[in-house]
């Protein structure tokens, strides 16, 4: 069976779609204007927009294209497109190749990663929290790349691109490990086509020495000192590339989106009706709740073990999530955080590790209790801990919220319900 092309990814198929439905409602036009001017619509200003979608059309029909045209040619020259390639620059490579100059067109892609593009796509990696330290290594090979020490800076990013993928792959897999898998929904270069051709050619096994010019990254072949000519502009250009297009997979596999979503099921008529009654519930608890007044080291102690403090509350909660970032549960502090407003289930493990890995605690202390809404409280805290070899005391707000299994906030004491953490990540 042949692979699916990058053109039938959601995303494109759909804006194909839109195009070529506004196409067909042009050509029944002429039926629909009486009817139209009847509803008193501007017939006339729909009129000069329909005169422009033939063209429209004809326009994402050809740029819908260019990503499987584009890997056809260059993925097995160690390039694939991706969401921040600049599209006119792609056509015009798609263009000289298919005129017979794939080596001429090969030139103009590694002319496009000036130093200035480079730093540029750089600033969109900031995007990736599992990337932000490993920008100033990233900085340091730009530099190298500027002042055309390629040897330095192609080893340097052919790294970071490894370990970025490492921290995000749910099996603790890099960019060059075997067999690695870098596909996601509705992505253009994390796509069969995309990154796990590239992960295939930049893995190339290279087993005999040599001199001869290089000019596809092949990792293998310079971490074990096979290939020694690699010193060159192109070379580094596509391990810039690479780096810039597992950006795409990177994005999905952080906030979980990796797998296309589930489609809503609908409610049925008996729901809708339990629904109801349940809001009705939802109104009377409301109408009867008030803020409580806690005072601390009084009411409840100012620091301790969770079981210092009452079932059902949101201190008990916090109380837990900062237990367990002292012991360095990570796991288990992922489940202390808010369904809907934190990081997928999946990926909340390894942002937390991320944030909270350099960070030892040492105490905490409640400094006060704010139930601000009847499904809502923020706690303020004073916290030590130890980062990079210094003490830190800091104070943090945290907000927590009452909700139910699927995430719905609901009124703080309702049954199947429990306090989650929002405000999670120290900023």
């Known amino acids: 069976m042949d692979t699916p092309l990058i053109r039938d990814i959601p ?5 194909l779609k839109n195009a070529r439905d506004m196409a067909a409602f042009k050509r029944i036009m002429p039926f629909c204007r009486p009817f139209l001017r009847l509803l008193g619509a ?3 200003l729909m009129d000069d927009a329909l005169d422009k979608v033939d063209d429209l059309v004809q326009q994402i029909e050809e740029m819908s294209k260019i990503p499987d045209r584009f890997n056809d040619i260059f993925a097995s020259r160690g390039w694939i497109t991706y ?5 006119e620059v792609a056509k015009a490579a798609i263009a000289k190749a298919e005129s017979g100059d794939v080596d001429g067109a090969e030139t103009d892609l590694m002319n496009y990663y000036s130093a200035e593009t480079v730093r540029w796509k750089l600033q969109a990696m900031n995007g990736i929290r599992a990337f932000r330290p490993r920008v100033p290594l990233a900085q340091k090979a730009l530099t190298d790349y500027e002042e055309e020490r390629y040897y330095a800076s192609v080893l340097v990013v052919l790294a970071l691109l490894d370990g970025l993928v490492n921290e995000l792959h749910e099996k603790r897999r890099g960019f060059f490990s075997a067999e690695i898998d870098l596909t996601a929904w509705d992505s253009i270069s994390a796509h069969n086509r995309g990154l796990n051709v590239l992960a295939n050619v930049l893995q190339t096994g290279r087993y005999t020495t040599t001199t001869e010019l290089i000019t596809i990254p092949y990792r293998n072949g310079f971490m074990h000192g096979m290939d020694l000519n690699y010193d060159n502009k192109m070379v580094a250009a596509k391990t810039w590339a690479a780096l810039f297009a597992a950006r795409d997979w990177a994005v999905k596999a952080e906030s979980g989106l990796l797998e296309a979503p589930t489609d809503e099921p609908q409610k049925t008529w008996h729901e809708i009706f339990q629904q109801l009654r349940e809001n009705q519930v939802d109104k009377e608890k409301l109408s009867q709740w008030k803020p409580r ?3 601390i080291d009084i009411d409840i102690p100012q620091t301790g073990s969770p079981e210092l403090f009452a079932n059902g509350t949101p201190e008990k909660r916090l109380a837990e999530y900062l237990t367990f970032w002292k012991i360095r549960n990570y796991g288990y502090m992922a489940r202390c955080l808010s369904i809907k ?3 997928p289930p999946k990926q909340a493990p390894v942002s937390i590790r991320q944030i909270f890995a350099p960070k030892n605690l040492i105490s905490f202390e409640f400094i006060s209790i704010q139930d601000s809404a009847a499904a809502f409280s923020i706690i303020q805290t004073q916290l030590k801990f130890e980062e990079y070899g210094e003490e830190v005391i800091k104070a943090f707000n945290f907000r927590l919220i009452n909700e139910n299994s699927e ?3 609901e009124v703080r004491g ?6 989650k953490i929002i405000s999670w990540a120290l900023y």
Do not use: F, M, R, Y
């Open 42 to 44: 501007n017939v006339d």
């Open 414 to 419: 309702t049954s199947n319900s429990e306090w």
């Open 341 to 343: 407003l934190s990081p």
């Open 407 to 409: 995430g719905v906030p």
């Open 83 to 87: 969401d921040l390639l600049n599209l």
């Open 11 to 15: 995303s494109i198929a759909k804006t």
């Open 293 to 295: 007044d806690i005072t």
